[in-house]
């Protein structure tokens, strides 16, 4: 099956540093999503983007589907960012199953 | 409802019971996906349903596990014969129209085999 890495597997920032965390996955995908999940386990979606960049406030993703990577960008950290980043795909073949990586847990400290 | 909603939001059964776990996914979405996550692992897919039929249950681990969608809604997950390493969170999810598209998780079951 399809294989996600993330990067880095850990980060800790200090408020309002930016950063950047990378997915790149072993096939061609057509569904990609990267998640956030809380403290309290709930996975919340950030951004839908099997190709092209997107932003939403201080987020953006950009996804190069040719080069089978993403990257999540996230600019001016809050304390409230902190948590565990997930990337998941789904293959070309079938746009059903996500295949999770392992996330990036962000700490970020006031 | 506004987001997909499980119950319990917590489960503990001694091993060798019989549990089920129940899914409400976002009104009118046909698509519903069951993952199990592991602690300091991200999810892991167990099984797909499109309307009321399983398109893909590849991710069941063994046949203990079973879930339902009668009505092409509400899902329940069912595991017979637990055992202390079904512990896990169990996450659901819906999306609208068939895959691909944004999948939107529940806050999960968090189930504890004694």
């Known amino acids: 099956g399809i294989q996600v890495e993330q990067s880095p597997p850990d980060l800790i920032l200090q408020e309002g540093a930016n950063s950047t965390l990378r997915c790149n996955f072993s096939?061609?995908?057509?569904?990609l999503q990267w998640f956030h999940q809380n403290p309290w386990g709930q996975l919340i979606n950030l951004f839908y983007?099997?190709?092209g960049t997107k932003q939403n406030g201080r987020l953006s993703a950009t996804t190069v589907a040719t080069e089978r990577y993403s990257l999540l960008y996230i600019s001016s950290s809050q304390t409230t960012d902190s948590g565990v980043y997930f990337c998941?795909?789904?293959?070309?073949?079938?746009?059903?199953?996500?295949?999770f990586g392992e996330g990036t847990q962000l700490t970020v400290n006031p | 409802g506004a987001g997909v909603s499980q119950t319990p939001s917590n489960k503990v059964t001694e091993k060798g019971k019989y549990v089920e776990l129940r899914c409400d996914p976002i009104s009118g979405h046909t698509a519903l996906y069951w993952y199990r996550q592991s602690l300091g692992q991200g999810p892991e897919f167990l099984i797909y349903?499109?309307?009321?039929?399983?398109?893909?249950d590849s991710g069941l681990p063994n046949d203990r596990f079973f879930a339902v969608r009668p009505e092409g809604s509400v899902s329940t997950l069912k595991i017979q014969r637990t055992e202390r390493g079904d512990s896990a969170v169990y996450l659901c999810?819906?999306?609208?129209?068939?895959?691909?598209?944004?999948?939107?998780f529940g806050p999960g079951t968090r189930l504890t085999v004694l």
């Open positions: 096939d061609s995908v057509n569904n």
């Open positions: 349903f499109q309307g009321t039929g399983a398109a893909d």
């Open positions: 998941a795909t789904a293959p070309g073949t079938s746009g059903s199953r996500l295949t």
């Open positions: 983007i099997p190709s």
């Open positions: 999810a819906s999306s609208s129209g068939a895959p691909p598209g944004t999948q939107y």
